[in-house]
């Protein structure tokens, strides 16, 4: 059985779920492109308000989004990304930043974490990694961003231990979800990254491949942020990555690569 799916909201879009999050009826999902109100080049259903299209189209596009999965817009909290590794803990008075209003999210900041009931967290994406996660034990969720800074400086694994520090989460209790992402595929990195990475991870040479220019490789985000997972104790069969290329499918997904950052982005939700 495939375990991330795309589905055909009531509201006309078509969004990506995990069917392990689905078994726990956590609310969730990735965003496409399709069935939004956006003009070229954000076209159609851009979800974020720093990109430079419409702020009303951008509005109205996230609540076709969250009316077809069953979440209430208004009640959203976004971050303003900067590719860090800071987290931000939401409690209830938070409920509504950043839901309309790129200048009220919350300010510096890649990944949100929760332990509240209807608070949806949501960010953005253009190829950078979205990493939902699901604590059912102590009922908490995090939603991270996580592009090369962010992977390499192992985000992921912060919230996780953000969560465990908050929330009381275990790491092998955790369920986690990589959604469409730029893939090993298609990401292409020079030696400034490489040295980061070698940096921070042990295994950093399983995660790259020699691309066929001189000083450069590919670099697999996906297996990079499996690794760092497991390193604390994240079940790697709790672990799904999509497998989605949003570069390979930048028809379906916005890809900033592929349309050479004059595009549009794709959000991840989700809600206790």
Request: glycine residues 10%; hydrophobic residues 40%; aromatic residues 8%.
């Given at each position: 059985?495939?375990?991330?799916?795309?589905?055909?909201?009531?509201?006309?879009q078509?969004?990506?779920t995990?069917?392990?999050?689905?078994?726990?009826?956590?609310?969730?999902?990735?965003?496409?492109?399709?069935?939004?109100?956006?003009?070229?080049?954000?076209?159609?259903?851009?979800?974020?308000?720093?990109?430079?299209?419409?702020?009303?189209?951008?509005i109205?596009?996230?609540?076709?989004?969250?009316?077809?999965?069953?979440?209430?817009?208004?009640?959203?909290?976004?971050?303003?990304?900067?590719?860090?590794?800071?987290?931000?803990?939401?409690?209830?008075?938070?409920?509504?930043?950043?839901a309309?209003?790129?200048?009220?999210?919350?300010?510096?900041?890649?990944?949100?974490i929760?332990?509240?009931?209807?608070?949806?967290?949501?960010?953005f994406?253009?190829?950078c990694?979205?990493?939902?996660?699901?604590?059912?034990?102590?009922?908490?969720?995090?939603?991270?961003?996580?592009?090369?800074?962010?992977?390499?400086?192992?985000?992921a694994?912060?919230?996780?231990?953000?969560?465990?520090?908050?929330?009381?989460?275990?790491?092998?209790d955790?369920?986690?979800?990589?959604a469409?992402?730029?893939?090993?595929?298609?990401?292409?990195?020079?030696?400034?990254?490489?040295?980061?990475?070698?940096?921070?991870f042990?295994?950093?040479?399983?995660?790259?491949?020699?691309?066929?220019?001189?000083?450069?490789?590919?670099?697999?985000?996906?297996?990079?942020?499996?690794?760092?997972?497991?390193?604390?104790?994240?079940?790697?069969?709790?672990?799904?990555?999509?497998?989605?290329?949003?570069?390979?499918?930048?028809?379906?997904?916005?890809?900033?690569?592929?349309?050479?950052?004059?595009?549009?982005?794709?959000?991840?939700?989700?809600?206790?």
């Amino acid at each position: 059985m495939e375990r991330f799916i795309l589905n055909y909201g009531t509201s006309g879009q078509w969004y990506g779920t995990f069917t392990h999050f689905s078994a726990l009826a956590i609310k969730h999902g990735i965003s496409s492109r399709f069935g939004g109100v956006s003009k070229p080049p954000f076209h159609s259903l851009n979800v974020a308000l720093h990109t430079g299209d419409c702020d009303e189209s951008v509005i109205i596009n996230r609540q076709l989004f969250c009316q077809g999965i069953g979440i209430h817009s208004e009640h959203i909290v976004t971050a303003q990304q900067l590719h860090t590794d800071h987290i931000a803990v939401v409690t209830k008075e938070a409920k509504g930043r950043g839901a309309g209003s790129y200048e009220d999210a919350i300010p510096n900041t890649d990944a949100l974490i929760t332990n509240v009931p209807g608070i949806p967290l949501m960010l953005f994406f253009a190829d950078c990694v979205p990493v939902l996660i699901v604590d059912p034990v102590q009922r908490a969720i995090g939603a991270v961003h996580a592009g090369w800074r962010g992977t390499v400086e192992k985000i992921a694994q912060k919230t996780i231990l953000s969560m465990q520090s908050n929330f009381g989460t275990k790491p092998e209790d955790c369920l986690v979800g990589i959604a469409p992402s730029i893939g090993p595929c298609c990401y292409v990195v020079d030696e400034i990254v490489i040295n980061k990475l070698k940096k921070q991870f042990n295994n950093w040479e399983e995660l790259i491949k020699e691309a066929n220019e001189k000083g450069k490789w590919y670099f697999d985000l996906w297996k990079a942020n499996v690794r760092q997972l497991e390193e604390i104790g994240v079940k790697g069969s709790n672990v799904v990555t999509s497998e989605v290329c949003t570069a390979c499918n930048h028809e379906l997904f916005f890809s900033y690569r592929k349309e050479n950052g004059a595009t549009g982005r794709i959000g991840a939700v989700i809600v206790l």
